[in-house]
């Protein structure tokens, strides 16, 4: 039950992430309550650290032990926030000594503009002190949950952070953690990339990259939304017509954006009509969803790897990171892969039997990431590569096939190394027959073009009629028609001679 608890808790973490960083500092907190593994201690005091920062575009990460990895740039100070104890609906304290008042926590979502969750009313705030130079505030705290918001902030500052809930203690790595540090940015600070899973699995296939921002909180009209993407010059971005804008799932308005492609760089931004409809009311469309499908054609493999990353312009119509960085999103990987086989002749080695003019298909396996490729199956329709579905063994014998899918860093099975695929023989070179199975099961990894780690398929000749009077048998029957020639012309010799004789008696 323990380690049930821990997981619905580590949950929570996972909704007060929608306004954090992701980004921890060591605490400046003198630690009340050790982290520790047992019951939480009711009367512990703990605390709140926060740092403030504009949005990094580094991939700084850390816990909320204040353990942190990587380089934090452009502090802000003079920021508030305040702390609301979180309490039950009735208004009643919500004491986190009693098992039953943890279930709704993982599911808790501050309201907009910093209102209660559902289910949930917010006591007395508490001001932190202000964020130093630094951009660090911290505030001590009894063991509670709460509501922490942005509720001031320097005039250059256009949004500010989401509302998002802590408790004292929190849970990290199965310990309960009673100085929680945590840094929530300006905005909402989410932009979260994807890839649809790979349907098509040749070269000359669409691989496609949904990014998802949800609107963020703001005190000030909006001036600019922008979502960039910028593909990797092994993909071809795919017309501004086929690039896919939704809302919630739902086709956004074309009025409301505009497409733009140049070279690689493709740019979903608001409209007048569109930055109107985000500034509807205070914060109206907050938490909505903007997905954009990004999507390009591959066109080469190069080393196999494939990295994405897009990028968040908020209020920055002018594209200046200089006035206020892009956030950017997760990176994601598409891994390809390539593939050579030899065809040769049975029995031959080396370099002597190699095989020109054998055609064949590539199929999907029907278990692409099985341990043993050399069992697979075909599945669906022939693969097509560049436009080819045919593909016939050249000069050296080899069956050359540039550009298979193997993996990504999103879909299972994730960062597979391999994939397995069906090579299906159609036509053996002159004067060689098919093989009776047809099919062989091979393994394409990812970034790698080789002979050497896959099976060797071989064809025999054709048959023929045997020539007249050869081998052994045909010798055995020439000695056996000649013996009975030779008898039969001795029998007609002693036949002519009685005759004779006989005439003269």
Not at 116 to 130: H, R, S, V
Not at 161 to 168: E, G, N, R
Request: hydrophobic share 40%; with cysteine; proline share 7%.
């Amino acid at each position: 039950m323990a380690d049930h608890k821990v997981r619905r808790l580590s949950a929570l973490l996972g909704v007060a992430a929608i306004g954090l960083s992701g980004v921890l500092g060591a605490s400046v907190a003198q630690a009340a309550e050790a982290p520790s593994y047992g019951n939480i201690n009711p009367n512990a005091t703990g605390s709140l650290t926060v740092h403030k920062y504009l949005h990094q575009t580094g991939g700084a990460v850390g816990d909320p032990t204040g353990a942190t990895t990587g380089t934090f740039t452009n502090p802000v100070a003079d920021v508030v926030f305040t702390v609301y104890p979180l309490k039950k609906s009735d208004g009643s304290a919500l004491d986190l000594s009693v098992p039953a008042n943890w279930d709704g926590l993982a599911t808790a979502t501050p309201g907009a503009g910093c209102t209660a969750p559902a289910g949930y009313t917010l006591g007395a705030g508490i001001a932190m002190p202000k964020t130093d130079a630094t951009g660090l505030a911290t505030l001590p705290l009894k063991v509670g949950a709460y509501q922490v918001c942005e509720t001031a902030a320097p005039a250059n500052i256009v949004d500010r952070s989401a509302p998002f809930i802590v408790t004292i203690p929190m849970p990290n790595k199965n310990q309960w953690i009673y100085d929680v540090n945590a840094f929530p940015k300006n905005g909402a600070g989410q932009i979260e990339k994807k890839i649809d899973p790979q349907l098509n699995t040749g070269l000359g296939s669409v691989v496609t990259f949904p990014v998802t921002a949800p609107v963020p909180t703001s005190s000030d009209p909006w001036t600019g939304f922008a979502i960039r993407d910028t593909l990797d010059a092994r993909l071809t971005p795919v017309t501004a017509a086929a690039t896919k804008v939704t809302v919630d799932g739902v086709a956004l308005d074309p009025t409301f954006y505009t497409i733009a492609v140049a070279g690689q760089q493709v740019t979903m931004n608001f409209t007048p009509a569109g930055l109107a409809w985000l500034n509807q009311g205070p914060n109206a469309q907050a938490g909505k969803k903007i997905t954009v499908a990004f999507a390009g054609t591959i066109t080469s493999v190069g080393n196999g790897t494939i990295n994405n990353t897009a990028q968040l312009w908020t209020n920055n119509p002018g594209f200046d990171s200089t006035v206020r960085p892009p956030l950017p999103s997760n990176e994601v990987k598409t891994n390809w892969g390539s593939l050579d086989v030899l065809k040769r002749a049975a029995g031959s080695t080396g370099s002597e039997g190699l095989l020109q003019g054998a055609t064949f298909e590539v199929y999907n396996a029907t278990a692409p990431y099985a341990a043993d490729c050399s069992t697979a199956t075909a599945t669906g329709a022939p693969i097509s590569v560049n436009g080819k579905t045919s593909f016939t063994s050249d000069a050296s014998g080899v069956i050359s096939i540039a550009g298979l899918f193997v993996s990504d860093s999103v879909n299972p099975v994730v960062n597979a190394t391999k994939r397995c695929y069906v090579l299906k023989e159609t036509a053996a070179p002159a004067g060689y027959v098919l093989p009776a199975n047809p099919n062989t099961g091979i393994a394409v990894k990812a970034g790698q073009t080789t002979t050497a780690d896959n099976p060797e398929i071989v064809n025999t000749k054709q048959g023929v009629p045997s020539l007249p009077m050869t081998g052994a048998n045909g010798q055995i029957v020439l000695i056996t028609a000649g013996v009975a020639a030779v008898a039969v012309a001795f029998g007609l010799v002693l036949m002519k001679r009685r005759r004779e004789a006989a005439h003269t008696e």
